[in-house]
């Protein structure tokens, strides 16, 4: 049997020293629990030798092995500023399906999340909406903005697309019934959630693949930003 040790880059740590923030992503990808412990003790270190300042960013992923899953919450939970994830991945969490356009459903939904994942902040990205759930959730209002902004753009013209594509994704109109969604989730939860809804799109050619990871990357680059 031949296991990839998926080494993790020496250079890391010296790199990270003035790093505004930092992103976690990938371990689904491993299947030995010993090699993924090893690699999560040496990760929490240089975690632990950012600067108080840095935002930890975990990107969540659909895992084969749920115990491997568990095994790395168990590590890094505690050093987790932002815990992002899709639709599908906090249904697995919940074990149910969950009504994406239901505000009472969607709410009572993060609540159970927010119990199970003890973050300060949870980050949602759907195909009908994004949302930022915890505490101070409108300083992610830009950064939420440009994630929905960046997938969409994927979403619509794939990997070929241009800034002036971007902006006039960013200037798309939002689909009225999640917008309808997002007002009344908001005025239900308060000021504990920012929620923006997915755009109208006409293009029926699009591209499903790589959106969380375009969400991602639009998250992200907001909030370096800011």
Known sequence: MIMLAMEISPELESLSTDARVFLISGFNAMQSGELLSDKLGKLLSIIKSLPSETVVFYEDAC????????LVREYLIAVIDIFSLNEDEMQEYLGR???LLDPVD???????LHRLLPVPTLVIHTKDWGLVYGENVFQYAKSLKSGITMATTRFRFGDDFSHSDYLETEGLPSDMEKTKFAV???KLVGDKVYCLPSFQVKETNVTNVGLGDSFVGGFLSALVER
């Open 97 to 99: 399906k969950i009504m």
């Open 63 to 70: 895992y084969h092995n749920l115990n491997l899953n568990k």
């Open 106 to 112: 969607v709410f009572a939904a993060l609540q159970e």
């Open 184 to 186: 009344t989730l908001s």
